[in-house]
């Protein structure tokens, strides 16, 4: 008879941060998820159960500086990485091997994990991320199409499509007062600890899915094409009708692939 499941929510103390996370139990294959940086680990509400339900045990956390994460000067230098509170996460629940997943501002942290450990990754999934690698990596293109002003853009314009914004009045509210309750005034941004370019991603030898959305402004898939063409095992895959929080637009499309590539696995 399969474990019962024994879903935890809890702070870990970790070196500069009270990390909360939310671990559903069981003893399937871990999933870590890692969210962007205008949502907070509830942003994988609508992905979780789906990944519960194919067996596998789902974790979820608040980064440094996020949601209910609290960072702590007098434990650890400030304001740390993303990747280091991660693998601090890891350690206390005494994980050996994970699978990965990063969107948006979480593709970033997801590299620079698998840089980082890529001896702990069972598998890594990129979606909608320009991976905090520098735009003079991808040339002219981001020239040619990045908008005028849009980073001071309102945040549903820059990460939600316009079909969802139209069409979808009450999953925007929810998205939006997530949203509201995500970076805290004055938290600093992460740095990542290794440089991430595209040279340093065809040194990753990790079984990679990376996600793009047909109407992402924020990412354009050809972003994650090029990133695609410089890892050494990648498959790349385009949901449609989605902006760049495709993962919440677009919650079936984004969990058949998720579950379909783990399960290659």
Same mark, same amino acid.
């Given at each position: 008879?399969?474990?019962?499941?024994?879903?935890?929510?809890?702070?870990?103390?970790?070196?500069? +941060?009270?990390?909360?996370?939310?671990?559903?139990?069981? $003893?399937?294959?871990?999933?870590?998820?890692?969210?962007? @940086?205008?949502?907070?680990?509830?942003?994988?509400?609508? @992905?979780?159960?789906?990944?519960?339900?194919?067996?596998?045990?789902?974790?979820?956390?608040?980064?440094?500086?996020?949601?209910?994460? +609290?960072?702590?000067?007098?434990?650890?230098?400030?304001?740390?990485?993303?990747?280091?509170?991660?693998?601090?996460? +890891?350690?206390?629940?005494?994980?050996?091997?994970?699978?990965? +997943?990063?969107?948006?501002?979480?593709? =970033?942290?997801? =590299?620079? =994990?698998?840089?980082?450990?890529?001896?702990?990754?069972?598998?890594?999934?990129?979606?909608?991320?320009?991976?905090?690698?520098?735009? $003079?990596? =991808?040339?002219?293109?981001?020239?040619?199409?990045?908008?005028?002003?849009?980073?001071?853009?309102?945040?549903?314009?820059?990460?939600? $499509?316009?079909?969802?914004?139209?069409? @979808?009045?009450?999953?925007?509210?929810?998205?939006?007062?997530?949203?509201?309750?995500?970076?805290?005034?004055?938290?600093?941004?992460?740095?990542?600890?290794?440089?991430?370019?595209?040279?340093?991603?065809?040194?990753?030898?990790?079984?990679?899915?990376?996600?793009?959305?047909?109407?992402?402004?924020?990412?354009?898939?050809?972003?994650?094409?090029?990133?695609?063409?410089?890892?050494?095992?990648?498959?790349?895959?385009?949901?449609?009708?989605?902006?760049?929080?495709?993962?919440?637009?677009?919650?079936?499309?984004?969990?058949?692939?998720?579950?379909?590539?783990?399960?290659?696995?």
């Amino acid at each position: 008879m399969a474990e019962a499941a024994k879903a935890v929510e809890a702070h870990a103390d970790l070196p500069g +941060v009270r990390l909360w996370y939310r671990d559903t139990g069981g $003893s399937g294959a871990p999933v870590i998820l890692m969210h962007a @940086n205008t949502g907070n680990s509830d942003s994988w509400g609508p @992905n979780i159960p789906a990944l519960v339900g194919a067996g596998y045990r789902a974790i979820a956390f608040d980064r440094r500086g996020w949601g209910r994460s +609290v960072a702590q000067p007098e434990s650890g230098p400030q304001p740390g990485t993303i990747a280091d509170d991660l693998h601090g996460l +890891v350690d206390h629940l005494r994980l050996v091997t994970f699978h990965l +997943v990063g969107i948006a501002g979480g593709g =970033y942290a997801a =590299y620079d =994990y698998a840089i980082g450990h890529p001896e702990r990754l069972r598998s890594l999934v990129v979606a909608a991320s320009g991976g905090g690698i520098p735009e $003079s990596d =991808y040339a002219r293109e981001y020239g040619r199409v990045r908008l005028p002003g849009f980073p001071d853009w309102p945040a549903q314009f820059r990460e939600v $499509s316009l079909d969802y914004l139209a069409t @979808n009045p009450t999953g925007l509210q929810a998205w939006l007062e997530i949203h509201g309750r995500s970076r805290q005034p004055g938290a600093p941004a992460q740095p990542t600890r290794n440089s991430i370019t595209l040279k340093r991603l065809e040194t990753l030898r990790i079984r990679t899915l990376l996600i793009a959305a047909d109407n992402d402004l924020t990412t354009p898939p050809y972003v994650m094409r090029m990133q695609a063409g410089h890892l050494p095992d990648a498959r790349f895959l385009l949901i449609p009708d989605a902006g760049h929080s495709v993962n919440w637009e677009q919650p079936a499309a984004f969990n058949d692939a998720l579950l379909e590539f783990l399960g290659r696995g």
